[in-house]
């Protein structure tokens, strides 16, 4: 029953009422205990009483404002503190004025007041958790905003995943032009056999994330870690209702509580990087190359070269290099078209690309002329992918309808340092000047370019 709208106001009333009423029942409470009358009700007695029960009352007054009221005066400045955090935070991003150690009420008794000190310090602990979490959630995502290049995305991205969930081992797999790639891992034994895991497949086909426990001592085939892990987490990637990828984590002991939804709140933020990176590196892909034939155009081809020279001057390999052009090309497009002269440069193009090494770079230099860049080829070497280019176009045919059409290519080449170079411009100079050398020898050969 309210009587203020102060509780302490009201048990005051209350326990100097009941104090009074104590003092006014008393005396004849005495009697009935067998105390005469002319002693027990007297005016003096009563009063006397009367200041009794007012004095308990105060002194339980008193005990309470010293007991109890520190402990709520603790509470109250607790959730003040917690209030003052809060509205700093929110413009700041600093929640470090309220951790545990800072906010926490002591819990030193068995009882509501005590109850009330635990459920605010679980109140701290869960701000805190749910801080730590923002944090994360909130970093991770600045990574994966701050990067567009494909691979050091999913490198940051995989120790962001490993971090967040303490797990030992982790590989993040995609759908790159129709087939399932790995694009990076960590701690996995065997990469290769990874996209063809019973797990991962499972995981492609599905919107929900799949997490296998392995009870201790449990031996498991197929060298998926290089440990024996208890937990393996597979993490569909998902975008507009369809996987496009996964991500297997790794632990060596179960994951936490938290771990799991955190998990997949990365997940879907790096979905949506992954998108934005692979949409890039196509548009990069597009932007590098030559429309017609599918080589580098000549910027980044240039590019390529300049990395390639500035490589080799620092580790002393040598790089080969070598142009060609096709023989009278203008003359097949006056003869037959520049539709045919069109497919003439893409045959000669996928002829030569055939004969590269994988990391070879091919360039369209001009109308009919390509340069190639040959990493760690000697003379010799590019003196013989000269001849396999050349002999091979000889022998290519380019049916039109019902005639045949051929081709020969004259090729210059050379290799630094062994053709002395101040740079990358230089060295293509110095085949270029080949390649004329081999025109005005006849044309259909291979000449060598000396600095």
């Not at 413009?91 to 000190?117: N, Q």
């Not at 010799?380 to 290519?396: D, G, K, P, Q, T």
Request: negative net charge; proline residues 4%.
């Amino acid at each position: 029953m309210r009587l203020t709208r102060r509780v302490f106001d009201d048990l005051a009333i209350w326990m100097i009422g009941i104090g009074l009423i104590i003092g006014i029942l008393f005396p004849p409470m005495l009697v009935l205990f067998g105390v005469p009358r002319e002693i027990a009700i007297t005016p003096f007695f009563f009063v006397v009483c009367l200041v009794a029960g007012t004095t308990v009352g105060g002194i339980n007054i008193l005990l309470v404002r010293l007991v109890v009221m520190p402990r709520l005066d603790a509470l109250v400045d607790g959730m003040r503190l917690v209030q003052s955090v809060l509205e700093e935070a929110a413009f700041t991003g600093d929640w470090s004025a309220c951790d545990p150690e800072r906010c926490e009420l002591p819990v030193d008794s068995d009882d509501v007041i005590g109850e009330s000190a635990a459920a605010f310090n679980h109140l701290i602990a869960a701000l805190k958790f749910s801080h730590d979490i923002e944090d994360s959630v909130s970093d991770f995502s600045k990574a994966m905003t701050s990067q567009l290049e494909l691979k050091p995305l999913c490198d940051g991205a995989l120790r962001g995943f490993l971090t967040a969930t303490n797990a030992s081992a982790g590989a993040i797999l995609a759908d790159v032009g129709g087939e399932l790639s790995v694009l990076s891992s960590l701690g996995i034994a065997d990469t290769a056999r990874l996209p063809e895991n019973d797990h991962v497949l499972l995981a492609l086909h599905s919107t929900e994330p799949i997490y296998v426990e392995l009870p201790e001592g449990l031996s498991i085939q197929g060298g998926l870690v290089e440990f024996q892990p208890r937990e393996v987490a597979f993490l569909p990637l998902v975008v507009r209702a369809a996987t496009v990828g996964v991500i297997v984590l790794a632990g060596p002991t179960a994951f936490e509580k938290k771990s799991r939804p955190l998990s997949q709140i990365f997940a879907r933020t790096f979905v949506m990087a992954l998108a934005n990176a692979m949409t890039h590196e196509d548009l990069q892909r597009v932007a590098a190359l030559d429309a017609l034939t599918g080589c580098y155009n000549r910027r980044f081809g240039s590019l390529r070269l300049s990395e390639e020279f500035s490589r080799t001057e620092r580790s002393g390999v040598p790089l080969g290099i070598l142009m060609f052009d096709i023989d009278h090309f203008k003359q097949v497009n006056d003869t037959y078209g520049h539709l045919v002269g069109d497919r003439v440069l893409a045959s000669v193009s996928a002829t030569a690309k055939r004969l590269l090494r994988e990391g070879d770079v091919m360039m369209r230099y001009g109308g009919e002329e390509f340069l190639v860049v040959l990493p760690s080829a000697t003379v010799a070497a590019a003196r013989e992918v000269s001849e396999r280019i050349r002999l091979a176009v000889e022998e290519l045919v380019v049916q039109d309808r019902d005639q045949a059409v051929k081709c020969t290519v004259s090729v210059g080449y050379t290799s630094y340092p062994e053709a002395q170079s101040e740079d990358e411009t230089g060295l293509v100079k110095i085949v270029d000047e080949a390649l004329y050398r081999a025109k005005d020898s006849g044309r259909n050969c291979s000449v060598e370019g000396r600095g």
